[in-house]
């Protein structure tokens, strides 16, 4: 692990502000990560990306431009579940000065196919989906993430999460997730890492992007107004490992 990997990870942060203004669009909000409760069948799901690791891996470093001086990961596979659009949206090609090719429109296979019913059982529709697989040892240097849609529409679904994980965001700092619930991830704007110091075990969540025309709701932007106001401005310090005002 490079210095500043391992620095971003031992150092305290400042943490974040005493309160979030919401914005007109709560999608627009600018705050790193919010939590939606829910009942999401963790153990289903990662059986299920248990196998297809197994049989269909892709590693992450392989995809990396060759203009960058350092390996952005270790340990890290990443597997594309399906992708109903064709929006540029995964990443930005830096070298050529515009946005990546989109990945390949793709339908999921059966084992995928049963992810995507019961996500949508929760009222979750995913445009693309992937399971990100972040083996021991592994990490995913401080970055950020362009992929053209608003700041809270990228989603993350933790399925496990081993000791020695670890997801810190700057200012915030470290934030600790609970099973069964999603989150919705401001990778635009907020530098972030994740690590996996297990020894042995394999750290295991879905990441995708939400589809805006069946996302976008009055009630779904309601709730996410809602949670917004409750983990930032009533002070319950949902998920973070300080006060998200220290």
Same mark, same amino acid.
């Given at each position: 692990?490079?210095?500043?990997?391992?620095?971003?990870? %031992?150092?305290?942060? #400042?943490?974040?502000?005493? $309160?979030?203004?919401?914005?007109?669009? #709560?999608?627009?909000?600018?705050?790193?990560?919010?939590?939606?409760?829910?009942?999401?069948?963790?153990?289903?799901?990662?059986?299920?990306? &248990?196998?297809?690791?197994?049989?269909? !891996?892709?590693?992450?470093?392989? /995809?990396?431009?060759?203009? *960058?001086?350092?390996?952005?990961? &270790?340990? @890290?596979?990443?597997?594309?579940?399906?992708?109903? $659009?064709? &929006?540029?949206?995964?990443?930005?090609?830096? !070298?050529?000065?515009?946005?990546?090719?989109?990945?390949?429109?793709?339908?999921?296979?059966?084992?995928?196919?049963?992810?995507?019913?019961?996500?949508?059982?929760?009222?979750?529709?995913?445009?693309?989906?992937? *399971?990100?697989?972040?083996?021991?040892?592994?990490?995913?240097?401080?970055?950020?993430?362009? +992929?053209?849609?608003? +700041?809270?529409?990228?989603?993350?679904?933790? @399925?496990?999460?081993?000791?020695?994980?670890?997801?810190?965001?700057?200012?915030?700092?470290?934030?600790?997730?609970?099973?069964?619930?999603?989150?919705?991830?401001?990778?635009?704007?907020?530098?972030? %890492?994740? /690590? +996996?110091?297990? $020894?042995?075990?394999?750290?295991? %969540?879905?990441?995708?992007?939400?589809?805006?025309?069946?996302?976008?709701? #009055?009630?779904? !932007? /309601?709730?996410?107004?809602? +949670?917004?106001?409750?983990?930032?401005?009533? /002070?319950?310090?949902?998920?973070?490992?300080?006060?998200?005002? $220290?």
């Amino acid at each position: 692990m490079d210095k500043l990997t391992k620095d971003w990870f %031992a150092l305290d942060f #400042p943490g974040g502000p005493t $309160s979030v203004e919401v914005a007109d669009d #709560p999608f627009d909000t600018d705050a790193p990560i919010v939590e939606m409760e829910s009942d999401i069948d963790v153990e289903f799901i990662t059986e299920i990306c &248990r196998i297809k690791h197994e049989t269909d !891996r892709t590693d992450y470093k392989d /995809q990396m431009p060759p203009y *960058q001086k350092l390996p952005r990961t &270790r340990n @890290l596979y990443i597997s594309l579940l399906w992708n109903h $659009s064709t &929006r540029p949206i995964r990443y930005i090609d830096l !070298r050529n000065r515009k946005d990546a090719d989109p990945p390949p429109l793709t339908q999921p296979d059966e084992g995928s196919l049963k992810v995507e019913e019961h996500l949508k059982s929760k009222g979750l529709n995913l445009d693309i989906c992937c *399971q990100m697989n972040l083996q021991s040892q592994g990490y995913f240097r401080p970055h950020r993430d362009m +992929n053209g849609l608003k +700041n809270l529409m990228y989603i993350w679904i933790p @399925l496990t999460y081993p000791k020695g994980s670890s997801l810190k965001f700057y200012p915030h700092g470290e934030y600790k997730p609970k099973f069964g619930n999603y989150y919705l991830f401001n990778q635009h704007t907020y530098t972030h %890492a994740i /690590q +996996n110091m297990h $020894s042995d075990e394999c750290r295991y %969540a879905l990441v995708g992007h939400l589809n805006p025309e069946l996302t976008d709701t #009055p009630e779904f !932007r /309601q709730l996410v107004r809602d +949670n917004i106001n409750k983990q930032y401005n009533e /002070q319950t310090n949902h998920g973070w490992t300080h006060k998200v005002n $220290s």
